[in-house]
Nanobody, 123 residues
Framework: QVQVVESGGSLVQAGGSLRLSCTAS????????MAWFRQAPGKKREGVAH???????NYADSVKGRFTISQDNAKNILYLQMNSLNPEDTAMYYC?????????????????WGQGTQVTVSS
């Protein structure tokens, strides 16, 4: 049974940085596309970044140049480094694993999800 767990969310001031981590027991990251999503209150879940098995990356326009997705295959950990945070980045952040369709920033494409970690950016 696959279990996805995120960590690293916190309250941070605008302009600050955070690094989120995601582990998934029973699922070798290097074989699958992994992604980060976020959902703010009253809004749809949106794709933030993904990384596929070949190491190709893609980002939502709203985070390009500020966020970096990476993974440590030896430790089976997915990361999201977030810099220059602003209040619009406030959301619950989710890790998603095992894309079944090539729409990698679409939440409907993913099989496994974590419970989320809260990121709050104060102005």
């Amino acid at each position: 049974q696959v279990q996805v767990v995120e960590s690293g969310g916190s309250l941070v001031q605008a302009g600050g940085s955070l690094r989120l981590s995601c582990t998934a027991s029973g699922l070798p990251f290097h074989d699958y596309t992994m992604a980060w999503f976020r959902q703010a209150p009253g809004k749809k879940r949106e794709g933030v970044a993904h990384i596929n098995a070949a190491g190709s990356l893609n980002y939502a326009d709203s985070v390009k140049g500020r966020f970096t997705i990476s993974q440590d295959n030896a430790k089976n950990i997915l990361y999201l480094q977030m810099n220059s945070l602003n209040p619009e980045d406030t959301a619950m952040y989710y890790c998603a694993a095992h894309a079944t369709r090539p729409y990698y920033l679409d939440p409907a494409s993913y099989t496994y999800w974590g419970q989320g970690t809260q990121v709050t950016v104060s102005s």
